[in-house]
């Protein structure tokens, strides 16, 4: 199966860091994407010979944006280190699609903000160098995904945010994490050992039927890490 489609894309994005003293340290990111494309379909080898540019699904098309931005702060002072960043995503996915008996439109929102810290301090130990690091992690996600959707006709509208609508649905996820790790370096062999306590909160509700759904847990997890250094060939 051969196909041929056409697509377009802009990216926008800018960076900086500021350096305010030797230790202290600022840094910020912003980034906006913006992109469409046509979906085609297959063409069997008779059909691409013919005409490579054809389309045996005229009406499918998606198209997308996302913004990003990023804020941080470093402090960093012989083997001492801080930092704190933040973030934040907003994305917009959504086309149109031939489903057979129906064209559907999709937009789906969602967006991502959190922060996360860390603060660490390297020490000696006997042969062993280390670095101890404690940390927290938030997240909060959400989403919303909607459809619309027109039949299929001879003289095919396509649907808008005012056609029937069969699907209206939204979910966040919010979710906070401890983490405390040390690396340690012994000769050539670098393991690192850590502990996370994560406590997520999750919820989905279907804004057509008034279903909801709600869960969270927590829970603890232990991990640890090893490398070795290779020798010089």
Sequence with gaps: TLSSSSAASDVYKRQGKYQLDEANSFNAMAQYYEGEAEMPGGLN????KADPYQSTRPYDKFWGRRTMFNVGYRYQEDRREFTVNSFFT????SGYL???SFLSLSPREYWVRGLETRFA????LGDSSH?????YRYINEAGHELRYRTPLTANQQLPTSNSRNDRDTRGGTEA????????????KW???????YEMIESQQSNNLTHVKYKGDYNTCLLYTSDAADEEDS
């Design 131 to 135: 670095e101890v690091g404690v940390g």
């Design 121 to 124: 301090q390297g020490f000696d």
């Design 45 to 48: 080898v008779a059909d691409y």
């Design 98 to 100: 031939d489903q057979g």
């Design 190 to 196: 670098t393991l690192t050992p850590g502990i996370r």
């Design 90 to 93: 907003k994305t917009l996915r």
């Design 176 to 187: 906070h994490a401890f983490f405390v790790d040390d690396r340690i370096d012994i000769g």
